[in-house]
């Protein structure tokens, strides 16, 4: 018997003439629809006036396509069907923390006086929006147990950017720029290159067997010319670095700082206050920990907690309180200067604190909690019929080798296609890069018990199959979906990133 | 708590499976002196109620421009946003969906990308533009440290008519990541010469057009100059609608054009999520930061899209990234990508058309007020004026009166008493005619 021979047979007799198949719907590009003098909008009348555009009038079309309304709704509507989505099902990204995004935190970035504000407005006309960055600072002030924060940062990657540079400041004002960051090779792509973007050499870390930065390693690389370290904790194998007091000692021994990569905060808020782990800069993920949604890849926020010794190296602009209400400090003559345009994602900043405050200081403990026991709930679920790649409990995220594949011809990446078909967006895939196959997953708070009940029923049914050697049957996945595997070598090799119009065919033939 | 479905009687079932008496039992590697065993001091949950009321209360603090004549710009633009668009990002496919990295279940997100890139290579006139940035400041810093790579120099030339947030950005990056930043003084009339400043050492020379101050240039003879020098030419556009009426970067040589899409989609938020235009040369494509979207097939034939060339991308390269971006401004180029469709060839022609007629009927009511002088021979949507008293007094006595006048140009220059009577304006489509006449009338007032 032959599985993918039978669900090809079977896929010839159900074909559609339209290429439809229920509710999966072909979709065209917007530019195969259009026709010249459409439009989706309606203008007034342009008013005489006087042309001051010089000679630098456009003279050749755009090429954009003209569509209705209704065109425009039905196009979205329809590529939004062919997304997987949070709002769908467990989506188990390790280190990606996909939760929950609260409709009310929405409907309060959109209202009157915030989403209409402009940046630049007189600042007695924005106390209130000032205020309101001024509430979240405290938040995420005291939940990391730091004295200031920058806000500007736009997303993770900014944040560490923010925070290397603020080291980077830190250290010239004394004339020591220094040469090497130290990275754990279990670290995101982005720790090395942020290090490397500011000039410093990227000196790896190895990891130990449980799956820490492995201490006597770390000690042994510190020198005069260390900078500072990257480390994230709870780290990317889900792991609490229980050395991490005694990594913030050696690295403050000889003169370094300590950046921590906040992406993974979600298990520890309200538990732990990185400031007290002797931490000096750390991003927090607004887009993660605190739910503001992912968008499809953005936009995000990365606020950046810093210590007293990293705060008077912050960027602008901040927030101060005065005698005649909130202030914004657009310009202070300091080392760092500016690291984006205005003040920073304030639309990410309405919604998170909506998500703070709605769940308190105890819901958020309580939320943290949650994301941990569902993840080791997932653990204890698979760990018979999957490999755990370090023994124990784990923090927010479960992490799997895929040792309980050999033999079998399946890969990781043909059992996070499988799990496609079965209704779920895959866990992470080879990452961290210390774990063989690594298969990474953070369910969240979000998922209930009767959720993850049936995930974990999936996940081993699957395991199952692959070890039955039915290896035919998750090559060929996913089977279901708008569009099977795609063609990653042909994108890369003849790069198509754009639409352009057909040549036109030859007349005469 | 609403948005958690645990039941304690799920906690006690899962903790019995796990094997552990609590949660506490599973933050047995936190050191016992760092594991906090209560609450830290911050308030309890809040209802729904409860939460719209205390924001709606800070919201009212504030005097939104959806409330008031409205005149603001130095790049970011009040426009309207046509409801369809906001509704359909809000659609949780898109909103709540991940970075397209499994391509089988993001063929929507990933086929706007597409179109997104292939929109903003039409409008600047460029051969290929990636799937965003976080905004026209931090893009335009890219394209410096892009500039740097492809011509292995390191001395990046910045016009004075260049927006000074986005002049700061690169000087931060310059200062500390290690190139030589160049900077001429604040050309508020318009009338730089840039030639003598770019030798064998400058990677490229950035401009904005329209400028800070509002002047359309020809950039065409500076892209000769630049490139018989070797270096590229980086022209960024704070001001996407005006490339519905003026002629594109790229007709006129440029390398790389950044620009900040704001304008079309996004609400002003106070300054931010926006979202970062990047377009360059096909010959440049894998110098390229950010993340781009290709066309590719699947093993049925037919045609899909992925994110492709990620070898030049950290979580791929790391160390030798082209850039370290990694979420960048997704859904606010959704919303680009969207309220672009709806205006279409048509549409965004007749809206830059309205944004200048506005503008130029607006210049010409304010610079007959006595003691008020336009700088500009050219314009798109936004002017400087030079006022018989300083700008941030006017502005103050204006928004008193419910208008928002402008931006005082000494807000971005502080400290130069030759730039602080000057007062950028700008204005879009939502300026109606009695905006504009309530606008005279209070200058007037305000000057007397």
């Known amino acids: 018997m032959s599985a993918p021979t039978q669900i090809q047979s079977e896929r010839r007799v159900l074909r559609t003439i339209s290429g439809n198949k229920g509710l999966q719907i072909e979709e065209p590009l917007i530019f195969e629809q259009g026709m010249k003098g459409r439009s989706g909008v309606d203008l007034p009348a342009v008013p005489p006036h006087k042309d001051r555009l010089g000679a630098l009038k456009r003279k050749s079309d755009i090429g954009l396509p003209g569509l209705s309304e209704p065109q425009v709704v039905r196009h979205y509507t329809k590529l939004s069907q062919k997304n997987y989505a949070i709002d769908m099902g467990v989506y188990p990204l390790g280190s990606c923390t996909m939760k929950h995004n609260p409709r009310l935190n929405e409907k309060v970035a959109r209202l009157p006086g915030i989403g209409d504000l402009h940046p630049m407005q007189p600042i007695s006309t924005v106390q209130g929006a000032l205020e309101l960055i001024d509430q979240l600072a405290h938040w995420l002030k005291t939940l990391t147990n730091m004295p200031a924060v920058a806000m500007s940062p736009a997303a993770g990657a900014h944040g560490e950017l923010c925070g290397i540079m603020t080291i980077r400041a830190a250290l010239l004002a004394k004339g020591d720029a220094r040469k090497r960051i130290l990275v754990p090779e279990s670290a995101h792509g982005t720790n090395p290159a942020t290090a490397a973007a500011c000039g410093y050499e990227v000196d790896p870390v190895p990891a130990d067997d449980r799956g820490r930065v492995d201490l006597a390693a770390f000690k042994a690389k510190l020198g005069p010319d260390v900078a500072g370290t990257m480390i994230t904790n709870p780290n990317t194998c889900g792991l609490f670095e229980n050395d991490i007091i005694d990594i913030a000692d050696a690295i403050h021994e000889i003169g370094g700082y300590f950046y921590c990569d906040g992406a993974n905060f979600n298990a520890i808020v309200g538990r732990v206050r990185p400031g007290d782990l002797g931490i000096d800069a750390m991003h927090i993920n607004l887009h993660k920990t605190f739910s503001t949604p992912h968008g499809g890849g953005g936009p995000g926020s990365g606020p950046v907690v810093l210590s007293a010794a990293l705060a008077p190296y912050a960027p602008v602009p901040y927030v101060v309180h005065g005698a005649n209400g909130f202030d914004l400090v657009e310009r202070n003559g300091s080392a760092f200067g500016r690291l984006k345009g205005f003040h920073g994602q304030m639309g990410m900043f309405v919604r998170a604190l909506a998500y703070m405050m709605s769940h308190g200081s105890d819901g958020l403990r309580q939320a943290s909690g949650d994301a941990v026991l569902n993840a080791n709930y997932i653990l204890a679920g698979l760990k018979d019929e999957m490999t755990p790649a370090f023994p124990g409990t784990c923090m927010h995220e479960a992490l799997f080798n895929d040792e309980f594949l050999d033999g079998t011809d399946v890969t990781t990446l043909d059992f996070a296609k499988a799990m496609i078909d079965e209704g779920y967006h895959p866990m992470t895939m080879y990452f961290p890069l210390v774990v063989h196959g690594a298969l990474l997953m953070e369910p969240t708070e979000t998922e209930s018990k009767d959720g993850l009940d049936r995930y974990i029923e999936v996940v081993k049914g699957l395991a199952k199959r692959a070890k039955a050697g039915d290896a035919a049957y998750f090559k060929g996945a996913p089977y279901h979906t708008p569009r099977r595997r795609l063609d990653e070598t042909l994108a890369a090799r003849q790069p198509v990133l754009r639409w352009k119009p057909e040549a036109p065919k030859k007349a005469a033939e | ?448």
């Open chain 2, 1 to 448: 708590m609403r948005y958690l479905p645990l039941t304690e009687e799920d906690r006690r079932a899962m903790l019995a499976a796990i094997g552990v008496q609590s949660v506490d039992a599973l933050y047995s590697d936190v050191p016992q002196t760092v594991h906090l065993t209560k609450p830290v001091d911050l308030p309890g949950f809040k209802s729904e109620l409860e939460v719209e009321r205390h924001i709606g209360a800070l919201a009212s603090k504030n005097l939104g421009t959806g409330s008031c004549p409205s005149f603001l710009g130095a790049g970011a633009y009040r426009h309207h946003i046509p409801a369809s668009v906001d509704h359909l990002i809000q659609r949780g496919e898109f909103l709540t969906s991940y970075t397209p990295y499994q391509p089988e279940v993001t063929q929507g997100t990933l086929q706007y990308l597409f179109e997104f890139q292939t929109q903003v290579a039409l409008l600047t006139g460029m051969d290929v533009a990636n799937a965003s940035m976080y905004d026209g400041a931090t893009a335009t810093c890219e394209a410096v440290t892009m500039a740097n790579r492809v011509t292995r120099r390191s001395r990046a030339v910045l016009s004075g008519g260049l927006h000074p947030h986005y002049r700061e950005v690169i000087e931060t990056h310059g200062k500390f990541t290690g190139f030589e930043v160049t900077a001429a003084p604040a050309d508020a009339k318009g009338a730089e010469d840039l030639s003598r400043l770019i030798d064998a050492k400058t990677s490229c020379v950035v401009v904005q057009n329209p400028s800070f101050f509002g002047h359309v240039h020809d950039l065409s003879d500076l892209a000769k100059v630049c490139h018989d020098a070797g270096a590229l030419l980086v022209v960024a556009v704070t001001e996407v609608v005006s490339l519905g009426l003026v002629t594109p970067p790229g007709e006129m040589g440029a390398d790389i054009v950044t620009a900040e899409g704001q304008s079309l989609g996004v609400p002003l938020s106070f300054g931010g999520p926006y979202v970062g235009l990047f377009a360059t040369r096909d010959k440049f494509i894998r110098q390229m930061p950010g993340r781009l979207t290709g066309q590719t097939v699947d093993v049925d034939g037919k045609r899909g899209w992925v994110l492709t060339l990620s070898t030049r991308e950290q979580h791929i390269r790391r160390e030798k990234a082209t850039s370290n971006i990694c979420t960048n401004s997704g859904l606010c180029a959704l919303a680009f990508n969207i309220h672009l469709t709806l205006l279409g060839e048509a549409g965004l022609t007749k809206l830059a058309e309205l944004n200048h007629a506005t503008a130029s009927r607006l210049a010409d009511r304010l610079s007959a007020i006595p003691g008020v002088t336009l700088f500009n021979e050219t314009l798109f949507n936004e002017f400087t004026l030079a006022l018989p008293k300083p700008a941030t007094e006017v502005v103050e006595a204006l928004a008193r009166k419910r208008i928002l006048g402008g931006v005082p140009v000494s807000r971005l220059y502080p400290g130069d008493a030759s730039l602080a009577n000057l007062l950028l304006v700008a204005a879009t489509e939502t300026v109606s005619d009695e905006d504009i006449a309530a606008y005279e009338a209070a200058l007037k007032e305000v000057l007397r």
